[in-house]
Structures are given as structure tokens and as C-alpha cells.
Nanobody, 115 residues
Framework: VQLQASGGGLVQAGGSLRLSCAAS????????LGWFRQAPGKEREFVAA???????TYADSVKGRLTISKDNAKNTVYLQMNSLKPEDTAVYYC??????????WGQGTLVTVSS
């Protein structure tokens, strides 16, 4: 499966962005999907995940501001990012859960939040 992430960019603090991750080679409707991020000089961290039936979970740092969703018809997962903070600056990656770990990863999209 190939994942293509997009939607990153430069935004001021308090602003919004919507990230998209389009998949090819596999139907995502029966898989759990996740978003992760890696800030400069830091390890990659979990941001949000959505199960194949639509249940979601979030890192405490993003609860109430970021929302994960998916469109099975478009084979795409989204991350709506509101009330962005400078500490949200990172490369964001989407991933597909393979049963025991995230097996497939997108190439990442850079989000920069200016203060």
C-alpha cells in the first residue's frame, strides 16, 4: 500500500490546517489508521488514530483541537487541526495498522506554526 500525505504548510498560531492521506493499493475501510508527528530534534510521537469502525483516540496534547476522520469512498484519512500552537510544528505522518504494528507509512507533510 502507498500513502500520500498532503495539506501541510505555514500557519499562524491559532490557525487551522487539514491534512489528508490518500491510500492506493489497499482499501482502508477495514484498517485502523494513525497520524504521528516528529518535531525537529525529537522522536516521533503518536497524535491520533481511528479504528476501522470509526472510533478515535488522541494524544492528550491535541485533544479538543485535532480531529481524525476518514472517507472510505475516497480511501483517505484526514487530520483537521484547529487552534494550532507553535509546539504543533512537526512533520506529520499517516500510517496503516497491520495488526501488531503500523506497517505502512506515508512520506510526511511539514506543518509549521508561527507564533
Amino acid at each position: 500500500v502507498q500513502l500520500q500525505a498532503s495539506g501541510g504548510g505555514l500557519v499562524q498560531a491559532g490557525g487551522s490546517l487539514r491534512l489528508s492521506c490518500a491510500a492506493s493499493g489497499r482499501t482502508l475501510s477495514t484498517y485502523a489508521l494513525g497520524w504521528f508527528r516528529q518535531a525537529p530534534g525529537k522522536e516521533r510521537e503518536f497524535v491520533a488514530a481511528i479504528t476501522w469502525i470509526g472510533g478515535s483516540t488522541y494524544a492528550d496534547s491535541v485533544k479538543g483541537r485535532l480531529t481524525i476522520s476518514k472517507d472510505n469512498a475516497k480511501n483517505t484519512v484526514y487530520l483537521q487541526m484547529n487552534s494550532l500552537k507553535p509546539e504543533d510544528t512537526a512533520v506529520y505522518y499517516c500510517a496503516v495498522w497491520g495488526g501488531s504494528k503500523y506497517d505502512y507509512w506515508g512520506q510526511g507533510t511539514l506543518v509549521t506554526v508561527s507564533s
